[in-house]
């Protein structure tokens, strides 16, 4: 009896784990694979320049930033994520390999930026994604990109609780 009871055991539990699975993945954000597709994560490494001593630069640098695939074989980024650019590659979901890209456009009062990848073979399989219009209050949204402190596509959705508009300028 001792036997039954152990055997009943891990079936319970692996029952419970198949029917956790099973929960969380009818919670999982439904994010359409051609979008998943389309946004890439953006490597940049800069040189700032010295303001202080003008005849130097500071130190090599680099981050990522993410960006999205738009019509005319272009990637739309944020400008502050290519900011004082030296070298700007960019990565498809799902691919290792890095792609080099130009800088084509900056513009820091609105943080964005466009970028061009040359290498045909990059462009394979992507599709380009539109602007939509701008969301309304508590229209529920989600939003796919590489968040710092992360190498893989992050999925995040949730509410818009304010929608506003005002003057920005990065400093680049």
């Known amino acids: 009896s001792s036997s039954s009871s152990s055997s009943s055991s891990p079936t ?20 359409s694979p051609s979008v998943l597709k389309s946004v890439v994560k953006v490597f940049c490494t800069d040189v700032k320049p010295n303001f202080a001593l003008p005849w ?6 680099s981050s990522f930033s993410s960006g999205f695939v738009i019509s005319g074989n272009r990637i739309l ?65 989600k939003v796919v990109g590489y968040p710092q402190g992360g190498d893989r596509i992050s999925i995040t959705q949730g509410i818009v609780s304010r929608v506003e508009m005002g003057s920005y300028s990065h400093s680049g």
């Open 77 to 141: 980024t944020n400008a502050h994520g290519v900011a004082w650019h030296n070298v700007v590659r960019v990565r498809k979901h799902g691919d290792s390999r890095k792609y080099v890209a130009t800088v084509e456009h900056v513009a820091h009062e609105c943080d964005l930026a466009i970028l061009k990848v040359e290498d045909s073979q990059f462009w394979s399989g992507l599709e380009a994604l539109s602007l939509g219009t701008l969301p309304e209050l508590q229209d529920k949204i």
């Open 56 to 61: 130097q630069m500071e130190q090599q640098g």
């Open 12 to 31: 319970t539990t692996t029952t419970s784990v198949f029917a956790a699975a099973a929960a969380a993945s009818s919670r999982r954000l439904a994010v």
